[in-house]
DNA sequence: AATGAATGAGCGTTCATTCAT
DNA sequence: AATGAATGAACGCTCATTCAT
């Protein structure tokens, strides 16, 4: 009997999204699937064609729903090491909670590298969109310290692009120790590498 | 017919380490393993007891051979940026080349990432594993900047201990866009990526 | 939205049969029938309630769309070797033209015996048919030799069921060469083998 | 627990042909050969690497046991119509009996023909073993046709590679009916057959 | 020390079929 | 008349592992 959901694509997805980020791509069977979703391997079949697809389904799905927002003039905004902690932090904070608002009510065993790696490595596709990713974030921060230049707030002299790449590799590698160590609160833990990175990047520049 | 190879334990653990790197620890199968050792799964079976126990043996394996090695006295050595760099391209360099010794004339597509992500999130021990060696890489670097600043190489007032972790932060980030990228000639990327860092890094201090 | 097509009884039966006759009733899913007819799996339930079904129809729809004609006083018509030879080829010809018609422009690879012994393996019910079907050809046959008997065409005392049904099967041997060996450009080989296997006939008689 | 049998692989060729001549490949499932065989999924792939191999190993395997075998001097023993029979006979017998003696005390429903034709459809390779046999075959006819040339048993002038192939596309035409019609005591029907297709050969030329 | 036969659970995928709309 | 969501069993195949030899 065909249920009315008109959701079931979106169920397939987050619940998906969910599995994959819990215990990896290779690690998620169709049995899997089956028992979260509700829903038959044959019904999951007639959404997504293969598991394949439906690793880049999930994929894109995660990347436009906690996209970070682009603010429209960070130079008015960014004027001094405080506002420029307060708007990143408000950023990221924004994004998590997308993503947690996302995941619903269900609770999640975050192992979001692995699913990351794994998605790259099995599909070619998936990589280039994570390279406009990165790209779009440090374009974020290029924005920041253009506001800080504007604003005196960095020592005169510095090379914008290269405070901003070094800042964006720094939380890269922030981050990457976090989802190391963390598995549970992933998201307090991960706010305060923020703001030590940031605090710490004004302390050696 | 036995094999003449007395080092059989060690022909498995090199050729398992290359196909992990190669595909990652779940899309090895003992086939492959059969296949590449020219060894029986019951030989394979004979020294390690399972995949796990492999996996593990495997880890450990790489990070002795390739462990970085520690200078003994590093600020009479790191004087200035010049030294700074020569000793620690000279040291990534070792890293290397001892790696690629271990994996002879092996044919080896880096996928590394994948590997070290799964190999922890397959087994809770690796990861303790990984912390140690992060915490010898930070000192050896803490090292480094105490002799730049023995010999005043560096603006006066900077935490040492921040710098430090600041930089091998940056580096860890660097590291993870070269193996995002690319996936031959990575040796080459690799050593780029840490000099452009490190002149980076002097600019922004 | 309903297509124009109000034929979609006979588009289902000659899509149906296309395919059966290329790969064979059991690799042809009703995924390929909804490919390839541009309907739903619902449409086609709607009109045959199983794939045995189906299976049943189109072998029908086959044999009655590329019955061979009977002529209706053969006596009259063969009277020696170059007649009989010129009718059964003529009937032939016809018979294959309007397969081909049936098919319309829709390329053919055939594998027609495949089939014919699947369905007949699948369905108990298709063996009579087929049964029948032969008795006719037979028939026409015997005709034939009674309209050369009655024109001194063959030896005296030759009887004339025993010739019918020995140049029957020699040619229905002869079909299943043609068959095995010869997927694209049947028509012409078989046409062919007909005419080898009666100038023959005539030869060793 | 590892079994003392060296026969596995046989045990896996002849039940798998017992299955395939019964159902036709396409309907024997692995499930199948388990509970056939009484061995595992994984101890079959151990002997075969897929379906298809199966299938071209038992094809192989059943033509090997069945072969007709050619006599030395067919001339000298082939003299006239009753010679012809005899021999013709019991070579077919011979052929039958090591059929059935393969086959075991394994009840056998023969839908030998499905099996063919589907074995060829599905793998080319196995289409050029099937015409050498036919060739094989061809060429024991025409030996026996030389035989009654030489003592003078058949008319004069005939054409003896013209009476062999005659005669076997009759045979062949023969066998078709017979497998059409008869899935029981097929033994029987079709030694009768073949021996009304010579007497019939005989009195038509 | 080393083999390879054998297991059985599980994999991703396809299947014919049902049925509310 | 026609759709397409949904089912659940079955498919061929691979897996890590065991163990008698």
Redesign the interface.
Known sequence: MPKITQDTRANILLTTLQLFLEK?Y??VSYQDLVKHTGLSKGAIYHYFESKDALLIAVFEFLLEATKEPENEKPHEIVKDQESFMKLFIAGKTKQIDSFKKLMGNKPLKL?R??FF??A??ENQQL?QI??EL?KHELTILEGYFAGLNMHHAIPKG??IH??A??L???????E??VF??QEDDWEDAIIKMYQK?IT??F???
């Open positions: 990896g290779k690690n192992n590298l692995l790696f794994e790259i490595s990589k994570l390279v990165s510095k090379d290269l405070l790449e070094s964006y590799w720094m939380l890269q590698g922030g990457m120790s190391f160590l990175t710490d990047f302390k050696i520049i």
